[in-house]
Every structure is written in structure tokens, then in C-alpha cells.
């Protein structure tokens, strides 16, 4: 899909379709339009859309007009109304089209190019399913109507709709196939095409390092463990943003046994590790001025002879050790060894991503992830961001109460702290392996995918993640 501004009137381009956009202050010029809309009674409602065909004055065979809502015109309902507008768009099979441009408060043109490449090459993504042909989007080229003739917000949209597309065909990936040894192939795969430094760690390499947290996890299973990072160089020795994603390809639960109804969504466990590889994806394509580092610990976590048991305890690579009270309860545990690790790259940020608690869902449901940090700044930054990316977040606290419910008789901690606040006592179990330098945790479990029929996963927050990266050149 190719993407291009035009400085001409929707009316003179010769295209398959034309995308005009109204709300209920608009009055057209061009009296043809006007009169359809008053014939079709058409309220122009945010995600309404009117299918016009061979209208007078127009040069393109149909015109697709698209209520905005109220004026002045919301971000959120542009991108409702472009993913509405993206439906009519795959029903008509249209190939070359133009979009009108549109103000949007709070804004400038440079944020509407960019947005609407991503959203409008993001609606194309369709899951694959196994042994068919990938199939691509019927459409072929996108012009945005604008005055301007500098398209790199363009490029940046389309590069973050690409990193959003390669973390939801992960996600959506079955865990018999997106193993943690395919993780690491997958990374290995992103290190050539865009000359990226590599590594990939063992089970030897982990043990020898003092990962006894980590390897908890995968011992009960017969896919081995991986912690993969990649490295992106291109600002000198800059100290890098690094980035953390949970990677279990697949959470039974452990010995604490998930519940049959729903498991099959555990795939979607590795969406934290899905979503930093399609950060870099992104960061590497755009060819910011930045360092970035993405670190993957890669387990699956299953029920076995030798599997972890609730009351167990061990060491993780910090030294302090871990009472296990529940074995589903293991993203902190992969994560904490990786946190650890990470200093070695002396950061100048961490961000860890993961699919981490269910009760993160229950407080802020499947429109923001929970946000918390050691660093109010940081925390700021990345608020920022998702204003900008529209990718939504919600800080949560990071207490020394909290805290206290992870007091363990046998370790130093517990690795739950109860049913209260268990979003917060899990971000708190991480804190106390990020002393040492700025850290934010991103709790991705109600935005990382959608059930039901349109189960899938969405991408998030590889476009919060980048906007903050873009922020910091």
C-alpha cells in the first residue's frame, strides 16, 4: 500500500473513491453532495458512513461520506471513523483513493498524516490462518488531500502500522508454532534485514548466570527457554531506552492450573515480547537518531513432573530469593531475572511490557494498560505519549503498603501479594529488581488483544512505545 499527499479538490481526482467527511455544522459547497445527504436523511454521527455512486461534479465513480460527530472534531472519533470507513472500503474492493483533509483539535496536519496512514494500513491486517495463502489489502494507493509536500509523517505512520502488524501476527500465531525458539528466529530474522546486534541466551548461558527465577518457569516444559535481545545503534554511545516484553508463548498456569474456559488465549501471554520485536521493527524502519535495546525472556509455562510447586523457593540472578505461592503468577519471575540483566546495557530508561495480571483488566477493562513507575517523570513522558499515539494508559501506584503485602516467613518475597491490588503488589514485585536505574512498567493484559468473534491480537502499544521513543530524539 503506497501512501502520497495531493493539493487538489476531492471532486477532480480520478480515483476509485473519494473520502469526504462531515458533522453536523457542515455545509458542502458542492450543492450535489448536499442534496444526497439530505435525501439519504444522513446524520453525520462519529463511525456513520454514506455510500454515493456516480454523483455529478465528481470525477471518482463513488464518494464515501463519513460523519465526524460534533465540532470541533475529536482525535478518537477521526479514528473511529477512519477504521469505519476502512469496512467500505474492503466491501467495494477499492484499489486508488483520496481522502479529504479534516481539522482536528489539538493537532496539526503533520499528526493527521500520520495517524491516518497507521490506522487506515493497520484496518488491512487480517489474521492468517494457518496454511493459507497471505493474502494482502485490495487497496494499492492512498492519497491524503493537503498543502504540504513533506510525506515523512506519512512514512512514520505507515513504519508504526508495520511494527503493529508483525506484533499481531505473533500474537495471533498458535503457541505450537510461536515457540520461544521461534521468538528468537523471529529476532534473529529482524537482526539481518535491518543489521541489528543479536543475542540469544541458552538454558546453560541463563543457569550459569544465576537466572533461577526464570528458569522456574520453563522447566516444566519441553520447549526450551530463550532470552533474546537485539540492539539498534544510531545515536553513537548514547545510553539506550530499553525495552522488556514478557515472552510465555503459553501460560497453562503451571501447577496452579488455569481453568479450562478461555485457555487457548494464554497464546496471548508473549504479546508483551510481540510488542517491543514490533517496536524495533518500527524504530528501524523510521531511522530515528536513537539507541534502543529490546530484551525478550521467552519460556512456556506448563504443568509437569518436574514443574515448579506452589511453595518453592528461588534465587533469582539479583540474589534475592522467591517464595512461589502461585505458579501463574510467572511473568514476574521470567521478568525480574530480565530487569536484572538489562543493567548491563546501562540504560538510560527501562520500560518493561507484559501481559501481567488479569485484575489489571477488572480496573481499567480493554481501553488502557496500567502504567506504573519509579519515576515520576518517566511516567509523565509516557502519559504524553499516549495522548499523542492514542494509545491509552493509566497510572496506577507504586506504595511501600503495597509492598508489604509481598512479606514472605521463607524468602525475601512472595510472588503474589493476595487478591487485593494485585495489578499494584505486581509492579511492585518488579520494582525490587530496578533500583538502579529509571523504570516504567506497562501492564498490557486488557489491550493486548480482543476476545469473542473478533478475538485478535491489536497491536498495543507498539504505537504508545514508539511515539515516546520519537519524543526522546
Known amino acids: 500500500m503506497k501512501f502520497s499527499l495531493i493539493n487538489?479538490?476531492?471532486?477532480?481526482?480520478?480515483?476509485?473513491?473519494?473520502?469526504?467527511?462531515?458533522?453536523?455544522?457542515?455545509?458542502f459547497d458542492d450543492k450535489n453532495i448536499q442534496k444526497l445527504i439530505t435525501l439519504n436523511h444522513f446524520e453525520p454521527k462519529s463511525e456513520r458512513v454514506l455510500l454515493l455512486s456516480l454523483v455529478s461534479g465528481f470525477k471518482s465513480k463513488q464518494v464515501i461520506v463519513a460523519g465526524l460527530g460534533d465540532t470541533p472534531v475529536d482525535a478518537k472519533a477521526y479514528v473511529k471513523t477512519l477504521n469505519t470507513v476502512s469496512v467500505v472500503l474492503a466491501e467495494i474492493k477499492a484499489k486508488n483513493l483520496m481522502i479529504q483533509s479534516v481539522k482536528i483539535i489539538g493537532f496539526n496536519e503533520s499528526w493527521v498524516h500520520k495517524i491516518t496512514a497507521k490506522v487506515m494500513h493497520n484496518a488491512t491486517y487480517k489474521v492468517q490462518k494457518i496454511g493459507d495463502d497471505k493474502q494482502g489489502s485490495d487497496i494499492e494507493h492512498i492519497a491524503i488531500q493537503s498543502t504540504m509536500d513533506n510525506t515523512s509523517a506519512l512514512m512514520q505512520g505507515q513504519a508504526i502500522a508495520d511494527g503493529m502488524s508483525l506484533t499481531r501476527y505473533l500474537?495471533?500465531?498458535?503457541?505450537?508454532?510461536?515457540?520461544?525458539?521461534?521468538?528468537?528466529?523471529?529476532?534473529?530474522?529482524?537482526?539481518?534485514?535491518?543489521?541489528?546486534?543479536?543475542?540469544?541466551?541458552?538454558?546453560?548461558?541463563?543457569?550459569?548466570?544465576?537466572?533461577?527465577?526464570?528458569?522456574?518457569?520453563?522447566?516444566?516444559?519441553?520447549?526450551?527457554?530463550?532470552?533474546?535481545?537485539?540492539?539498534?545503534?544510531?545515536?553513537?554511545?548514547?545510553?539506550?531506552?530499553?525495552?522488556?516484553?514478557?515472552?510465555?508463548?503459553?501460560?497453562?498456569?503451571?501447577?496452579?492450573?488455569?481453568?479450562?474456559?478461555?485457555?487457548d488465549e494464554m497464546?496471548?501471554?508473549?504479546?508483551?515480547?510481540?510488542?517491543?520485536?514490533?517496536?524495533?521493527?518500527?524504530?528501524?524502519?523510521?531511522?530515528?537518531?536513537?539507541?534502543?535495546?529490546?530484551?525478550?525472556?521467552?519460556?512456556?509455562?506448563?504443568?509437569?513432573?518436574?514443574?515448579?510447586?506452589?511453595?518453592?523457593?528461588?534465587?533469582?540472578?539479583?540474589?534475592?530469593?522467591?517464595?512461589?505461592?502461585?505458579?501463574?503468577?510467572?511473568?514476574?519471575?521470567?521478568?525480574?531475572?530480565?530487569?536484572?540483566?538489562?543493567?548491563?546495557?546501562?540504560?538510560?530508561?527501562?520500560?518493561?511490557?507484559?501481559?501481567?495480571?488479569?485484575?489489571?483488566?477488572?480496573?481499567?477493562?480493554?481501553?488502557?494498560?496500567?502504567?506504573?513507575?519509579?519515576?515520576?517523570?518517566?511516567?509523565?513522558?509516557?502519559?504524553?505519549?499516549?495522548?499523542?499515539?492514542?494509545?491509552?494508559?493509566?497510572?496506577?501506584?507504586?506504595?511501600?503498603?503495597?509492598?508489604?503485602?509481598?512479606?514472605?516467613?521463607?524468602?525475601?518475597?512472595?510472588?503474589?501479594?493476595?487478591?487485593?491490588?494485585?495489578s499494584i503488589t505486581a509492579g511492585c514485585f518488579l520494582s525490587r529488581f530496578t533500583q538502579d536505574y529509571r523504570w516504567a512498567h506497562l501492564d498490557i493484559a486488557g489491550t493486548a488483544w480482543v476476545s469473542g468473534e473478533k478475538k485478535g491480537a491489536t497491536g498495543r502499544p507498539v504505537s504508545l512505545l514508539t511515539q515516546f521513543i520519537m519524543n526522546q530524539v
Not at 480520478?14 to 455545509?27: A, R
Not at 505458579?327 to 530508561?349: H, M, Q, S, W
Open 8 to 27: 487538489e479538490t476531492v471532486q477532480c481526482f480520478e480515483g476509485d473513491s473519494v473520502v469526504v467527511f462531515c458533522n453536523s455544522n457542515t455545509v
Open 171 to 263: 500474537g495471533d500465531l498458535p503457541p505450537n508454532v510461536c515457540t520461544p525458539s521461534y521468538l528468537a528466529d523471529t529476532a534473529m530474522s529482524l537482526a539481518e534485514e535491518f543489521n541489528l546486534e543479536y543475542e540469544i541466551l541458552e538454558e546453560a548461558d541463563m543457569n550459569k548466570l544465576g537466572m533461577g527465577s526464570l528458569l522456574s518457569v520453563s522447566k516444566g516444559s519441553i520447549e526450551p527457554p530463550k532470552l533474546i535481545s537485539l540492539s539498534y545503534q544510531g545515536n553513537g554511545n548514547e545510553k539506550p531506552i530499553v525495552l522488556v516484553g514478557k515472552g510465555v508463548t503459553f501460560d497453562s498456569g503451571g501447577i496452579s492450573i488455569k481453568p479450562g474456559a478461555g485457555m
Open 267 to 422: 497464546k496471548y501471554d508473549m504479546c508483551g515480547a510481540a510488542s517491543v520485536l514490533g517496536t524495533m521493527r518500527t524504530i528501524a524502519k523510521i531511522k530515528l537518531n536513537i539507541n534502543l535495546v529490546v530484551v525478550v525472556p521467552a519460556v512456556e509455562n506448563m504443568p509437569a513432573h518436574n514443574a515448579s510447586k506452589p511453595g518453592d523457593v528461588v534465587k533469582s540472578m539479583s540474589g534475592q530469593t522467591i517464595e512461589i505461592l502461585n505458579t501463574d503468577a510467572e511473568g514476574r519471575l521470567i521478568l525480574c531475572d530480565a530487569l536484572t540483566y538489562v543493567k548491563k546495557f546501562n540504560p538510560n530508561v527501562v520500560i518493561d511490557v507484559a501481559t501481567l495480571t488479569g485484575a489489571v483488566i477488572i480496573a481499567l477493562g480493554k481501553h488502557n494498560s496500567g502504567l506504573m513507575s519509579n519515576d515520576q517523570d518517566l511516567a509523565n513522558d509516557i502519559i504524553c505519549a499516549s495522548k499523542i499515539s492514542l494509545d491509552g494508559v493509566w497510572q496506577l501506584p507504586i506504595e511501600d503498603e503495597y509492598d508489604e503485602l509481598l512479606k514472605s516467613n521463607f524468602a525475601d518475597m512472595a510472588n503474589i501479594g493476595g487478591h487485593e491490588a494485585s
